[in-house]
C-alpha cells in the first residue's frame, strides 16, 4: 500500500548518518493526523483517503473555531490522497494517523507551496542576463529588453517577463527519510523540502 502522510515544517538541521557522514535534513512534524473520511467507488467514482490535521487549542484559532470546538473538530488542512482499486484501507473515521507507516531509508516525493519572493524582475525570474554595462551605455542592465513582435504585432500569451515569483505548488522527488520519532510523530528527511518554516507539506512515499 502507498505510504502518505501531511506534516509541519519545522525548519532545518543536521545529523551524523550512519557512515559517520554530516547529512542536511529537514524536520517535520506530523502530530494530530485522523483519517476525516473516505471515497469509494460507487459513490464518487474514485477511491482515495482523507486525512484531517486537527488545530491546536489556542493556536490559529478564530472566533468561530472556539465556539464549535466543543461540537465539531476544527481542521487546520485537509489532504485526499487518491488510492488504486487494488489497494485496501482498513483503518475508519476518527482513526490517528502517525509516521509508524514509513520506515528509515524509505524514498518519498514531497509536495508544498515553495517561498513566496512577491514581484521580481526577468533577472531573478527567469535568469536573463539583463543588458550590456559598458560606460556611456543607457539604464538597461536589469530590463527585459523588446516584448513585441513584428506579426501578429502584440505580446504573445507566455512571454516571459516581470511578475510574481514563488507562492506555487512544487514537488522534489526521491527524497530519502533520515529518521522517525513516533513518539512526537517526527519525520526527517534527507535534504531541502518546499516551502518556508511552518508551511504544510504532503509527503508520499515511492513504491
Known amino acids: 500500500m502507498t505510504k502518505f502522510i501531511i506534516g509541519r515544517k519545522i ?8 557512515d559517520k557522514v554530516v547529512e542536511a535534513i529537514t524536520l517535520i512534524d506530523c502530530s494530530g493526523l485522523i483519517v476525516k473520511g473516505k471515497r469509494d467507488l460507487e459513490k464518487d467514482n474514485y477511491r482515495a483517503i482523507i486525512v484531517g490535521a486537527l488545530k491546536k487549542k489556542n493556536q490559529q484559532m478564530t472566533d468561530f473555531d472556539r465556539k464549535t470546538l466543543n461540537d465539531q473538530r476544527i481542521f487546520a488542512l485537509i489532504q485526499e490522497f487518491p488510492l488504486t482499486t487494488e489497494e485496501k484501507f482498513d483503518l475508519s473515521e476518527g482513526h490517528k494517523i502517525s509516521v509508524e507507516t514509513f520506515e528509515s531509508k524509505d524514498k518519498v516525493n514531497v509536495s508544498g ?7 521580481q524582475g526577468v533577472v531573478k525570474r527567469h535568469n536573463f542576463a539583463g543588458g550590456p554595462k559598458s560606460h556611456g551605455h543607457r539604464h538597461v542592465l536589469r530590463s527585459a529588453g523588446s516584448i513585441g513582435c513584428a506579426f501578429p504585432e502584440h505580446v504573445q500569451k507566455g512571454k516571459k517577463m516581470a511578475g510574481r515569483m514563488g507562492n506555487a505548488q512544487t514537488t522534489v522527488k526521491n527524497l530519502r527519510v533520515a529518521w522517525l520519532d513516533k513518539e512526537k510523530d517526527l519525520i526527517a528527511i534527507k535534504g531541502a523540502v518546499p516551502g518556508r518554516k511552518g508551511g504544510w507539506l ?6
Open 113 to 119: 507551496l515553495n517561498k513566496g519572493k512577491g514581484f
Open 11 to 18: 525548519g532545518m538541521s543536521q545529523w551524523w548518518n550512519e
Open 202 to 207: 504532503k509527503i508520499v512515499g515511492i513504491n
